[in-house]
């Protein structure tokens, strides 16, 4: 059943990499770095539209608002999910790479825009900040992480085609 | 285009189905935790545990399930043929929600009740209960509506039924085609 297969290695792929998020120096040295990195660049678009707007680690501040950005919120664990499950499509491994980096740049630049969107709500409609943070932008993430993959998957061969 | 058009509206009735259903829904989880003798009583959005020999916990129960919204977005993109697979994918999310709900109590009592925590329960039960939460929240949670949903949309005939029914269409005839005036 290929499609079994391809869910247990996905489901396991995904498990690995999530659980090698809660090693402290897998945080230190990756994850938060990588997090700050994501508060100068969002800190640097929200500059053209906000004032006062400083990036201290992996936090935003403004006189309006301040959001302090997490695992859940960096984008990291979507990429994880479109890298398990372009990793665990039987694609060529070419397909794969290309796949896995072009996904993790689209979960990215979708991840700027939810950290700049969530500010500017935070700062002018603060009651819609929660439901917008959790239940809306979150499913938009991993709406786009899986229509990535459906996309892809549809355009990768699988490597036993040309056998079957 | 309208897959993406369908996949907004569905997530769309998802959202507001979460939002408005979730308090319902959240006394419909505690009445399934007890049945598997766990105490819990929800009240809004939020769920408290209320274990006899343990300080109670309050849990924002609303955080667990919106994993429905996308679940509700793909089921409306790309429905399965037959309905009862949507309606065995849905009850399947269902049972993760009850999981996830017992797993978070669990976290709570284990890692934020304090001393009582700590004198009960070992690191190892610290960390593993923690990690079980944690991974839900943080993208399992969405794994899992997408499997579900992967599940009922891609779902195949047996190979033996598959094989059973090809032999079948030919005989018939090749495939689809049917002999004129042939009944069903």
């Not at chain 2, 259903?21 to 505690?30: G, S, V």
Request: with cysteine.
């Amino acid at each position: 059943m290929p499609r079994v297969r391809f869910l247990v290695i996905f489901l396991v792929l995904l498990g690995v990499f999530e659980l090698t998020l809660l090693f402290d120096p897998v945080d230190r040295s990756v994850v938060r770095p990588f997090t700050h990195e994501i508060a100068v660049a969002s800190g640097g678009i929200l500059r053209n539209v906000a004032s006062g707007v400083v990036v201290n680690g992996t936090m935003i501040v403004a006189p309006c608002f301040a959001v302090d950005i997490h695992n859940g919120c960096n984008g990291v664990e979507a990429t994880m999910f479109i890298v398990a499950a372009v990793l665990a499509f039987p694609a060529t491994w070419p397909q794969r790479a290309i796949g896995a980096l072009a996904g993790t740049a689209l979960i990215q630049i979708a991840n700027l825009i939810r950290v700049v969107s969530l500010f500017l709500i935070g700062c002018y409609r603060r009651s819609w900040f929660e439901a917008a943070h959790l239940a809306v932008w979150q499913t938009i993430i991993f709406a786009l992480a899986v229509g990535f993959f459906i996309m892809w998957s549809r355009r990768s061969v699988p490597v036993n085609a040309s056998s079957a | 285009m309208l897959r993406a058009l369908r996949f907004v509206t569905g997530a769309a009735v998802g959202l507001a189905v979460w939002w408005y259903a979730t308090p319902a829904y959240d006394r419909f989880l505690c009445a399934a935790l007890r049945v598997a003798g766990m105490r819990a009583e929800a009240f809004g959005r939020m769920v408290r545990a209320t274990r006899v020999d343990a300080p109670f916990a309050q849990l924002p129960a609303d955080q667990l399930t919106y994993n429905m919204i996308l679940f509700a977005g793909l089921i409306a993109a790309a429905t399965p043929r037959r309905v009862w697979r949507a309606i065995a994918a849905l009850l399947a999310l269902v049972a993760t929600h009850v999981l996830a709900l017992a797993v978070t109590i669990q976290n709570a009592y284990v890692n934020h009740s304090g001393k009582w925590g700590d004198t009960h329960y070992s690191d190892f039960a610290h960390d593993f209960w923690e990690a079980a939460e944690y991974i839900y929240r943080i993208g399992g949670m969405f794994a899992i509506a997408f499997v579900c949903w992967y599940l009922a949309a891609t779902w195949a005939a047996a190979p033996g039924r598959r094989r059973e029914s090809s032999r079948k269409s030919e005989r018939d005839g090749r495939g689809r085609r049917r002999a004129p005036g042939s009944r069903r």
